[in-house]
């Protein structure tokens, strides 16, 4: 297990933009890619996106796929999530967490950070 830490999360506007930064301790060779999940109040966790460490391969949930983009710093070990043209619907707590793989799958995720707070409210 390595040290996750997830930053960013803030109070913005429907329609504003935000950025999320997330940092891992480290990674194995078995750790393929890093992804975003949210948490609504009264939800179930959902995967966001996903991005492979080698070559910057990327997947997304669908009603977001046109308004984030998730990229990472290998010299880092970060990886980011810009959100554009949020919605009310966004709001969650978002986490981050290292996979074995580009997928969507949760079971496949671990060394899960604490979160950061979006709220999408005027």
């Known amino acids: 297990q390595f040290q996750v830490v997830e930053s960013g999360g803030t109070l913005v506007q429907p329609g504003g933009s935000l950025r999320l930064s997330c940092v891992t301790s480290?990674?194995?060779?078995?750790?393929?890619?890093m992804g975003w999940f949210r948490q609504a109040p009264g939800k179930e966790r959902e995967f966001v996106a996903s991005i492979s460490w080698i070559g910057g391969y990327s997947i997304y949930l669908d009603s977001v796929k046109d308004r984030f983009i998730i990229s990472r710093d290998l010299d880092k070990n970060m990886v980011f999530l810009q959100m554009a043209r949020l919605k009310p619907e966004d709001t969650a707590r978002y986490y981050c967490a290292l996979s074995t793989a580009l997928s969507a799958d949760e079971s496949l995720y671990d060394s899960w950070g604490q979160g950061t707070q979006v709220t999408v409210s005027s």
């Open positions: 480290g990674r194995t060779f078995s750790h393929y890619a």
